[in-house]
């Protein structure tokens, strides 16, 4: 399993990004996959999970309405658009594979892209 993340960045509150992820190594389409991220000092918090049919299972409270994942089986790759970011966004942003369909752990995960807004 590999998973790629990039688009991270610096953005100002308010401001947008899209977060890409490509995979490789396994079936693509047959995976349930999501986005986690993690702040300095605190815990890993899943943010969003999709299924293999292009439907999200899961968006954290803290995200819903904001943020938004996607997929594309034929890129095998999946988006994550964050919009109206604020300072409590600021994260590591980790594409994943969950252990189960409850998105609240995760087997593979790549290496992350880190997204800061300042506050």
């Known amino acids: 399993f590999q998973l790629v993340e990039s688009g991270g960045g610096s953005v100002q509150s308010g401001g947008s990004l899209r977060l890409s992820c490509v995979a490789s190594?396994?079936?693509?389409?047959?995976?349930?996959i999501g986005w986690f991220r993690q702040a300095p000092g605190k815990e890993r918090e899943a943010v969003t999970c999709?299924?293999?049919?292009?439907?999200?299972?899961y968006y954290a409270g803290s995200v819903e309405g904001r943020f938004f994942v996607s997929r594309d089986s034929a890129r095998n790759t999946i988006y994550l658009q964050m919009n109206d970011l604020n300072s409590e966004d600021t994260a590591r942003y980790y594409c994943?594979?969950?252990?189960?369909?409850?998105?609240?752990?995760?087997?593979?995960w790549g290496q992350g892209t880190q997204v800061t807004v300042p506050s």
């Open positions: 994943a594979i969950p252990a189960t369909s409850s998105c609240n752990s995760w087997d593979y």
């Open positions: 190594g396994f079936r693509f389409n047959s995976y349930i």
């Open positions: 999709i299924n293999t049919q292009g439907r999200s299972t």
